[in-house]
């Protein structure tokens, strides 16, 4: 059972910045970020495989946000960037253990760490 940890995130004012961190108990392929704000769907945000490519879920996040991962510590992180308060939800790190040829669907990541809460003030 891979276990994921994460840190990072509070409350910052709009336009700030702030990074989090997603740290696995051993290997996964794949370890990407979602986000959950109230009253709305799951978000994919971005992940990255083994091999180091990051691929995002879509495009609006694109400019603001990117992912990195150390994979010597197993840990992803999500730098963040001229936040707004649309931003504001819970942020999750999930991760799939095996080869996945393609961006991971949600149902697709066999683990999830427990959130951290983001919010962005006006």
């Known amino acids: 059972q891979v276990q994921l940890v994460q840190s990072g995130g509070g409350s910052v004012q709009g336009g700030g910045s702030l990074r989090l961190s997603c740290t696995a108990s051993?290997?996964?392929?794949?370890m990407g970020w979602f986000r959950q704000a109230p009253g709305k769907e799951r978000e994919g945000i971005a992940a990255?495989?083994?091999?180091?490519?990051?691929?995002f879920y879509s495009d609006s996040m694109k400019d603001r946000f990117r992912a990195t991962r150390d994979f010597a510590k197993n840990t992803l992180y999500l730098h963040m960037d001229s936040l707004k308060p649309d931003d504001t939800a819970m942020y999750y790190c999930?991760?799939?253990?095996?080869?996945?040829?393609?961006?991971?669907?949600?149902?697709?990541?066999?683990?999830w760490g427990q959130g951290t809460q983001v919010t962005v003030s006006s």
């Open positions: 990255m495989n083994a091999g180091g490519a990051l691929l």
């Open positions: 051993e290997y996964t392929y794949y």
């Open positions: 999930a991760a799939k253990r095996d080869i996945y040829y393609t961006l991971p669907p949600a149902g697709e990541y066999d683990y």
